[in-house]
């Protein structure tokens, strides 16, 4: 009976030997596949972003084309601007230059202002190249009209009011009318009297009155 219980003990104690190694040969395992997973993961990240050789290549190719492309592009939108620009009218170019500098003199020009004038009763006259037409509402071919309800005589006071300064609600109209074909001649001063001038325009087609000279009077004849 006791060499059976011993034989009994020692074959248990063999199956706990053979049960802990099967054990922890598996567990030995898992840890193996942890770390070659984890390894993948961390450092094989990297290896997916990045393209193979070839297809690095093919990409490189893809943006010389377009940026050939671009630059062709922009030739060719140059070449758009050039042939339009030649094919426009050279006097037409010319005549709007003269223009814009004409424009640009008259803007740099200061007002000149003189003393005396036309007569003994001009203190001194002012000419200002700066002075533009003030506009109309005008069409067809133009007449001065010296009638206090038609448009022309309102432009005419608009003008003359742009000259001086003396706003139409302060103005005193002692003389309007004619000083030659398409000019005319206003003699005003406000109301109080303590301003008082004499204002030559002349009309542009299409731009209405421009004034061309101011007297500034000692008195009002």
């Not at 001063?189 to 030559?200: A, I, L, N």
């Amino acid at each position: 009976m006791k060499g059976n219980n011993r034989e009994s003990r020692f074959g248990q104690r063999e199956k706990r030997k053979k049960t802990n190694i099967i054990l922890n040969s598996l567990i030995a395992l898992v840890i193996i596949l942890i770390i070659v997973v984890s390894a993948k993961i961390f450092f094989g990240g990297n290896n997916d972003q990045a393209l193979p050789a070839d297809e690095q290549t093919a990409s490189e190719s893809k943006q010389k084309e377009k940026n050939k492309e671009d630059k062709g592009n922009d030739i060719e939108q140059n070449k758009d601007k050039d042939k339009e620009k030649a094919d426009k009218d050279p006097e037409e170019e010319k005549e709007k230059e003269k223009e814009e500098n004409a424009e640009e003199t008259e803007g740099d020009q200061e007002q000149v202002v003189t003393e005396g004038g036309s007569g003994p009763d001009v203190e001194r006259t002012i000419e200002n190249p700066a002075w533009k037409p003030v506009g109309t509402s005008q069409t067809g071919e133009h007449t001065a009209v010296y009638d206090q309800n038609h448009a022309d005589w309102q432009e005419m006071l608009s003008a003359i009011s742009y000259a001086t300064g003396v706003d139409q609600g302060n103005m005193t109209v002692w003389f309007l009318g004619n000083n030659g074909p398409n000019s005319s001649v206003g003699t005003i001063s406000t109301k109080d009297k303590s301003e008082k001038y004499r204002v030559y325009i002349d009309w542009v087609d299409g731009k209405g009155w421009k004034p061309s000279r101011v007297e500034v009077l000692n008195e009002i004849n």
